[in-house]
């Protein structure tokens, strides 16, 4: 289609020219007037991940596990348990009660499993946002390619309804003749 085809169709469809448009819009009017499909959505789109991205997908989707939970719990509960053991049995306990070096443990964990978790989910939102625009573009072209169909069915519909007309005019001269033709025939 031409420029003033393009033109055209803003107009109709969106009511504003061209030249108004966001980008994103202005990419999808020449979608529509180019009659060429949408781009592939990102999410069907190769691993371009690197290593540590991945990495921290994974460990973000362990940490955040029932799994995760629970076998922690389990850990927990046998380091308190055993140390707890040994003193009471009286022996050397590795981290006899308040447990400092299990303190130090679960923070040094937290410090490095919160950054890892957090750089998977900006990562995972980055992901999200660009699947959002897809989104926006295969259905803002939906849109507009229905308004697009509902135009055509309307001209469409006025062309016929017009040539409706005309005929029903023909056929009501006709009548009006031969009701003419009638009546002279009779007088």
Known sequence: MSEDARAALCNSLLGRPYEELTDLQKSV???VVSKTPSKE???????DRTYWERLADRVAAVGGSWNFIFGFGIVLVAWIGSNL???IFRTAAFDP???IFLNLMLSMLAAIQA???MMSQNRAAAHDRQAAEH???VNLRAE???MNLHDKL???REREMMEMIERQNETLDLLREQVASLAKSRS
């Open 135 to 137: 989104d926006y573009v």
């Open 154 to 156: 309307d001209a469409l």
């Open 144 to 146: 507009l390619e229905i």
């Open 115 to 117: 950054p890892v978790i």
């Open 29 to 31: 009017i020449d979608l």
């Open 85 to 87: 053991l040994m003193t």
């Open 97 to 99: 009660y308040p447990f």
């Open 41 to 47: 959505h990102p999410a069907l789109a190769g691993d």
